[in-house]
């Protein structure tokens, strides 16, 4: 019913910059929340920022001043600018969206994840 296409991913340096979308397709009703985790290997899957229908963004604090999330209703995409990267930030980013369609009430669905790396 509802499939994420996320794109942005890639290799950057230390210091540099990456902008993350994600598009929210399908037979899409409402949607509650866009955002976006991540996971490193070896490591338990985090939160790193959220957007509501409201406009309550939250972000995390291993990543507070260097990112920032937006979201574009209309095209039902989330943004996630990410500035002044470390190589700790190098992880799979995966989109997660809370939606509901015609038939399916309110869930959350994943993205497949997209690769950042970050060099020393």
């Known amino acids: 019913q509802v499939q994420l296409v996320e794109s942005g991913g890639g290799l950057v340096q230390a210091g540099g910059s990456l902008r993350l979308s994600c598009a929210a397709n399908g037979s899409i009703a409402t949607i509650s929340l866009m955002g976006w985790h991540r996971q490193a290997p070896g490591k338990q899957r985090e939160l790193v920022a959220t957007f509501t229908i409201t406009g309550n963004t939250y972000i995390a604090n291993s990543v507070k001043g260097r990112c920032t999330i937006s979201r574009d209703s209309g095209k039902n995409t989330v943004y996630l600018e990410m500035n002044n990267l470390k190589p700790e930030d190098t992880a799979v980013y995966y989109c997660?969206?809370?939606?509901?369609?015609?038939?399916?009430?309110?869930?959350?669905?994943w993205g497949q994840g997209t690769q950042v790396t970050v060099s020393s």
């Open positions: 997660n969206v809370g939606a509901s369609t015609a038939t399916v009430p309110f869930r959350s669905y």
